[in-house]
């Protein structure tokens, strides 16, 4: 069993930037990758970044490349999500998951090859 538990929300101005953090902890050795993942008002959770620990390669959102970097601390299983120039449109609630599977990279991208999630945390973004 993996659990997940997310920080570092909260309020900022448009251009401004936030760090979240994502600690796992229970059965870590079995974890592959973890990702985020973003659900504004009203509309789907989507995909923003991932981190593959075997070799920490990472994925991108087209809509966060450049803003947005992800990485990882293998000692404290913890993945952070620094996000930089942050637009109005970043407002969302942001889940942290995690994969016990060994994924191909193009997986990476879809929610429903996470098999644990976080409770999430919120992010708004003021204009």
């Known amino acids: 069993q993996v659990h997940l538990v997310e920080s570092g929300g909260g309020l900022a101005q448009a251009g401004g930037s936030l760090r979240l953090s994502c600690a796992a902890s229970g059965d870590t050795s079995s974890v592959r990758g973890m990702g985020w993942f973003q659900e504004g008002p009203g509309k789907e959770r989507n995909f923003v970044a991932a981190?593959?620990?075997?070799?920490?390669?990472?994925y991108y959102a087209d809509s966060v490349k450049g803003r947005f970097t992800i990485s990882g601390d293998n000692g404290k299983k913890t993945v952070y999500l620094q996000m930089s120039s942050l637009k109005p449109e970043d407002t969302a609630d942001y889940y942290c998951?995690?994969?016990?599977?060994?994924?191909?990279?193009?997986?990476?991208?879809?929610?429903?090859?996470?098999?644990?999630w976080g409770q999430g945390t919120r992010v708004t973004v003021s204009s």
């Open positions: 981190f593959r620990w075997n070799g920490g390669r990472t």
């Open positions: 998951a995690a994969t016990r599977t060994i994924l191909s990279d193009n997986y990476y991208y879809f929610p429903a090859n996470y098999d644990t």
